[in-house]
């Protein structure tokens, strides 16, 4: 059936990066927006950003401008996210989920990814 | 770009109706017909319930309804049930085409 399946979990230290993968199966990857949407422990849902994965274009909330990457890799279906410079307050769960329609930056977030939890220890 | 400003919890019992606000401003609410909304229960995955304001997925019950007037947007939810039980957000469309989630409510079902 139509999926997102994201990458395991990860455990990081301060100031290293993570790279969180999302492979899109049973659908033509290239029609549909991904966005990223992180949750920490016990928090709201917080916006990233998005990708075109057709052309590679991208927009990252104004917080996370600088320090995240959202890319892609249209042979295999899949979008990377990755965030650098790690703090503790990056510890949590990281969705990708897929706009419905077709083509479009926003509508239904229909399709999400199982989550992958980054935790930043020393 | 601020969260979108929604009431911390709501509560209401079983089938009452109950209203949750989403406050945002020009530049994002008040701009676009695009506010959707999102249930997550807990330890889950947040699940689509309205999109473009008012539009409900199929699958969802029609007891959830979305509404919107200036900088506010509505999700109502009519004849509450156990499972409403969630917390519930609000996501909208900005003028630097990038998204903002509201602030979350938690819904309880006396």
């Known amino acids: 059936q139509v999926q997102l399946v994201q990458s395991g979990a990860e455990v990081k230290k301060p100031g290293a990066s993570v790279k969180v993968s999302c492979k899109a199966s049973?659908?033509?990857?290239?029609?549909?927006?991904i966005h990223w949407v992180r949750q920490a422990p016990g928090q709201g849902l917080e916006w990233m950003g998005w990708i075109n994965p057709k052309s590679g274009g991208t927009n990252y909330a104004q917080k996370f401008r600088g320090w995240v990457a959202v890319t892609r890799d249209t042979s295999v279906s899949t979008t990377y996210m990755e965030l650098s410079r790690l703090t503790s307050a990056d510890t949590a769960i990281y969705y990708c989920?897929?706009?419905?329609?077709?083509?479009?930056?926003?509508?239904?977030?229909?399709?999400w990814g199982q989550g992958t939890m980054v935790t930043v220890s020393s | 770009q601020s969260a979108l400003t929604q009431p911390a919890s709501v509560s209401g019992s079983p089938g009452q109706s109950i209203t949750i606000s989403c406050i945002g401003t020009?530049?994002?609410?008040?701009?676009?017909?695009?506010v959707s909304w999102y249930q997550q229960h807990p330890g889950k995955v947040p699940k689509v319930m309205i999109y473009?304001?008012?539009t409900r997925p199929s699958g969802v019950s029609n007891r959830f309804s979305g509404s919107k007037s200036g900088n506010t947007a509505s999700l109502t939810i009519s004849g509450l049930q156990a499972e409403d039980e969630a917390d519930y957000y609000c996501?909208?469309?900005?003028?630097?085409?990038?998204?903002?989630f509201g602030t979350g409510t938690k819904v309880t079902v006396l």
């Open positions: 020009s530049s994002d609410v008040g701009g676009y017909n695009y």
């Open positions: 989920a897929r706009v419905n329609g077709g083509n479009k930056i926003t509508g239904a977030l229909d399709i």
């Open positions: 996501i909208s469309y900005t003028s630097s085409s990038t998204l903002v």
């Open positions: 473009d304001v008012s």
């Open positions: 049973e659908y033509t990857f290239t029609d549909y927006y």
